[in-house]
């Protein structure tokens, strides 16, 4: 788990496998929220779209990618977003040859297309995100390689 203070910046390196980044950075923004809004899809949908608007909390962190990750990322991008395009071909199709199975397809399609390419391209996720601190999922590589930092729950701020 990397604890990164707001306003720090991360070495050139690839937050999953500590490759050199070379440079290339990725602006990463991550909204968070606590658990107990989720009770609130209990309520409805759109309630619990207003409480977690209302109650996120955003970090923007540039990150470090290798030119490995860097291609993965951008094919799992290319196939969550093909996923989803491609998807209203099926049912266009469907309509037009009155096939059901074909949008039945189309369905598959449009849930398993992007959710294989988010995960696929997913390279760091955030665990928890307050006014000063971002406790951030990275790979095992990098966070052996940068010193020990600050205790895992740091004191708040005034």
């Known amino acids: 788990m990397l604890v990164w203070a707001r306003g720090s910046h991360l070495p050139d390196r690839c ?15 991550f909204d968070w929220h606590h658990p107990l809004v989720y009770l609130t ?11 977690a ?6 970090a923007t962190l540039n990150i470090g990618l290798c030119e490995e990750h860097k291609k993965r990322r951008h094919l799992g991008l290319a196939i969550a977003w093909g996923g989803a395009g491609s998807s209203l071909c099926f049912f266009f ?9 074909i949008a039945y397809l189309g369905a598959g399609v449009l849930v398993l297309g992007p959710v294989t ?15 000063y601190y971002a406790w951030m999922k990275v790979g095992r590589p990098f966070l052996d390689s940068l010193p020990e930092g600050p205790p895992r729950e740091p004191a708040r701020r005034p």
Do not use: Q
């Open 41 to 51: 899809l209990l309520a409805g949908i759109l309630l619990y779209a207003i409480a």
């Open 15 to 29: 937050v999953v496998c500590n490759a050199p980044a070379k440079g290339y950075r990725v602006a990463k923004t």
């Open 117 to 131: 390419g988010l995960l696929m391209g997913r390279t760091i996720s955030s665990t928890r995100v307050d006014d």
């Open 53 to 58: 608007s209302e109650y996120r909390k955003r």
């Open 93 to 101: 199709l469907a309509l037009a040859l009155e096939a059901g199975w």
